[in-house]
């Protein structure tokens, strides 16, 4: 009966050891080693963070009704905070009330638990490719299996999408519309109403993930997908205020249909109770006492000059014949290097030299391209970024090909 | 093809649907009525925070190290808390590293973890019966299936646990031997011995869930089941500041071999990322400036007056012939009416007096005893208890028995 224990190993549910270990962890470890400049990870710029706005927000909070921040609180979110999350979902075009939305801690937990809720074994999800590994990660502990939609320079391609939806009967379509990671790609307008009429046509699940959509880097942002009154049945909207606020606190929501809410909001009962009651009081102190423009838009300034040091220096950097995009927001560039480099092998010498990305294969859901790299531009400074470049350079300098 | 999806009605996984809502979550609601004199939670009382000194925490980590507390981190947990962690299981007899150690939102995300990763689906896990409901609900996200194991007043008793573990070859058992959820009992010294030689001998995975042995209203605490070196590499060990300095943080921890806290933080990432790193620096702040003993002795004292207050009553309030006992901590109370009264259907009429608790028959695996019923002693004043007990008394005054 017990054989795997007797042997000393631990018995481990067949699907979570088939994750394995991520080689994305693996290389955000060897991102901190002294000395490293960093292009891997996607967390905000330290410096940037409202530090002493959020140390007055826990010190009020804790002054004015401490009892309550410490305590027990609803699985499904304090009500002020989901309410005035639907208010800032509403201004978006996403028409909610507080009863929609659940607090999540994280929109990671979001995507956990709609793999859990919504994603039966071996359901079939959409998804762009390359896309966002987490958000598989998460999928898969539901016993979620891919299949990629093509995508252009604008995203998702609606008659793709059409028949990959008749091909695999899906479940779900995943998507990160606007400044995509990994690819910083933005759905322009009229793409996304055709998404969403193909959508609406077949009657499937769509699981918007808009966490970047706030730092833009122009003035016209596009609604999401997911404000289309057709899609309200169907349509699970994930947000955070990790890339708002801070990633520390773990505030994040789904919005979507009440009795899916419901469920999920059982689940989350079962996994972890509620998000941090402190953390949920301290940020919605926050949000109500500053304009979030005005916090946001010094942010954006910094962030789109380092975007410009980043894409400005690739040409220098990397292979003849290379391309990569300059993202109008969010936090990454995609690039792609000519046949025969490969990004997964020049890792190795890129890290001997002081500097790490993450190889582009990583976010593929199938046939993963080798030259292709995802850098991060927020997390360093413009300087540091120069720095960086200047070792990439050094990296292909060498002509290292394979 | 959609079917599901065409009549309206949202897909849900089936295993989460089966789950339903909680009864238990519907009582806490009611229990928050104006008026309502509630005997049904599990809250630490409000007024006995440590609210300035957990202010103070928040404001030093955010001066002194602003930055890191609102960043991203580690899945596992930030190292030094992990190291205070360990330092405080050593004292209590579980010898502990920091690597042994994994950070968790609450204990309750560990039992979710652990149901996730060590229970496979169909697995089996024996238990205490009654025991804390929402462990099962935690364990059966990942499939599992539960038997009992007979009880008495000191716990398990080990040749029953024996006997099921031979009958029905369980991946785990799950026991909280100290200040039982929700009976009170702990389980003695000696017994515990014994319950590890039975768990040695079948190398069994002990799952021991501990949130309340600091509660406690006597000075000698015995050491956890999982002090028995035989047990270090087949013990799950869960831990929790929620009833030590406050539930509102969500930090509790899983202590256990390092191969299964791997793949424990694999399945962490993939569904929420790190706990807040705000809280948990914070934690570490407070504890690591305070004397644990001294913040607690004020709470014990007024928690045994309750619970005194409490279990002095219950002759009074309770039909002629019911039993109850007096825990030595943590912080319930159970009872059992004789035949023919049940608790579930006197529910009602106490609600409508002002007054409510838990059925126990809401904590079985299986064979329910309608007459039971979970009593906290914890969230209200020595006064509201009496005013609670009085109203319960003329709930059964009225000879209400079925």
Sequence with gaps: MNGALRSGVPPINARVAGLGGSPIRELLR???????????????????????????????????????????????????????????LTAKGVWSTADDIIITSGSQQGLGLIGQVVLDEDAIVLTENPTFVSALQAFALGGARFRAVETDESGMVPEALEEAII??????????????????????????NEIADVLARHDIWLIEDDPYSEIRFRDEPYSPISSDPRLAGKSLYLGTLSKILAPGLRI?????????????????????????????????????????????????????????AM?????????????????????????SMPEPYDANHALSVAIADGVVYIPGSQFYVSDPVPGTLRLSFVSNSVERIHEGIERLHRVFAEDYRV
Tied chains: 1, 2.
């Design 30 to 88: 060897i991102a901190t080693a002294p000395g490293m400049i960093s292009f891997a990870g996607g967390s905000p710029a330290n410096e940037l963070f409202d530090v002493a706005g959020v140390a007055r927000s826990y010190a009020e909070v804790l002054a004015q009704q401490g009892p309550r921040a410490l305590q027990y609180s609803s699985t499904e979110g304090e009500p002020e905070l989901r309410a005035r999350i639907a208010q800032f």
């Design 167 to 192: 091909r695999h009967s899906p479940r779900a379509v995943y998507t990160i519309p606007t400044f995509q990671n990994p690819t910083g790609v933005t759905t322009p307008r009229e793409r996304r």
């Design 252 to 308: 994040g929501w789904i919005r979507g249909p009440q009795e899916v809410l419901e469920t999920l909001t059982t689940t989350k009962q079962g996994i972890s109770l509620q998000t941090s009651t402190i953390d949920q009081l301290a940020a919605l102190h926050w949000w109500e006492n500053h304009d979030l423009e005005e916090k946001l838009d010094p942010v954006r300034a910094e962030y789109m000059r380092r975007r410009d």
């Design 311 to 335: 894409v400005d220096g690739l040409g220098h950097a990397l292979p003849e014949g290379s391309t990569f995009n300059r993202p109008d927001g969010g936090m990454f560039v995609w690039a």
